[in-house]
């Protein structure tokens, strides 16, 4: 196990792109931090983001993991260049000759796909541990480590989207047009959707069905945050509207995108044990 990600790494790390997109995503998540100085006064508009309460144990775990997920994209780049590289630099034949199974050769790419996964949510884990002791009004043990599922649904989130990532890079080797199909899936996705409420089913039923699909079934893990702060809430009492919402990470959606998981990986090998490399 150790080398298969000591030759992945090599190849990464060696890759000058991939090696910014690395850094680049890096310091995205630590950038998160920097919100706390941010300090509006336009005449009577004053407040200082940090007060809003965004870095308070436990919605800190909740925020941050929502924010986070978004710069999941530039390792996404990486994933499928380095698909992309292995079929252009010939490096997957050397593999095989050197005596590598296709098995094993999927298996380090998930393996990559796990590490990137567990060292982000590690990341996130520890910038969000200084930023709520720093910032947070609540700092009782109890109330600290409340809502760390957001953490695990995190983690969950990278490995389903980059397990995605890695079968779109092995399906099309080439990384524009694996990049391209991410997007156009996402299109996919919500025509499926539209058509299922307007033709064949129900809206509930179509959108029952629409959680299940790969994209959906992911941003689902980690739901908006922002109506969950006190001052949207207030905000939202006061001209009538209930903004209470089940923002919880619930087992069978985490069971969902471990099913795709689990899906893209045995595709991908499928697909590469088929192919005449």
């Not at 050769?105 to 930023?131: D, H, R």
């Not at 995605?164 to 092995?170: E, K, P, V, W």
């Not at 099309?172 to 156009?184: N, P, Q």
Request: glycine fraction near 4%; charged fraction near 15%; include cysteine.
């Amino acid at each position: 196990m150790v080398r298969l990600l000591q030759i992945e790494w090599i190849k990464l790390w060696n890759n000058r792109a991939s090696k910014i997109l690395i850094i680049a995503y890096f310091v995205l998540l630590t950038l998160i931090s920097l919100v706390a100085a941010i300090k509006f006064d336009i005449g009577p508009i004053k407040f200082h983001l940090a007060e809003l309460g965004i870095f308070n144990f436990p919605y800190i775990w909740h925020f941050n993991t929502f924010i986070a997920a978004f710069f999941k994209l530039f390792l996404a780049v990486v994933i499928v260049s380095m698909m992309a590289n292995e079929y252009s630099n010939k490096t997957i034949k050397q593999n095989l000759i050197d005596g590598f199974s296709k098995w094993e050769f999927v298996y380090s790419k998930f393996l990559t796909v796990l590490a990137f996964s567990a060292v982000s949510t590690a990341f996130i884990f520890v910038v969000s541990m200084l930023l709520g002791l720093g910032y947070s009004d609540y700092n009782e043990i109890g109330i600290i480590f409340s809502d760390l599922e957001f953490i695990l649904a995190f983690f969950i989130k990278l490995v389903g989207f980059f397990s995605f990532c890695l079968f779109l890079g092995i399906l099309v080797k080439r990384s524009a047009f694996a990049l391209g199909f991410l997007i156009l899936w996402i299109i996919i996705e919500q025509l499926i959707f539209g058509l299922l409420g307007w033709k064949v089913v129900s809206w509930d039923t179509a959108k029952q069905i629409k959680n299940l699909f790969p994209l959906e079934s992911m941003s689902n893990l980690i739901n908006e945050p922002f109506s969950r702060l006190s001052a949207v809430q207030n905000l939202g009492q006061q001209i009538g509207e209930d903004l209470k919402f089940d923002y919880a990470v619930h087992w069978y959606e985490i069971l969902i995108v471990l099913v795709w998981s689990t899906l893209f990986i045995y595709w991908s090998y499928a697909l590469l044990k088929r192919r005449d490399l």
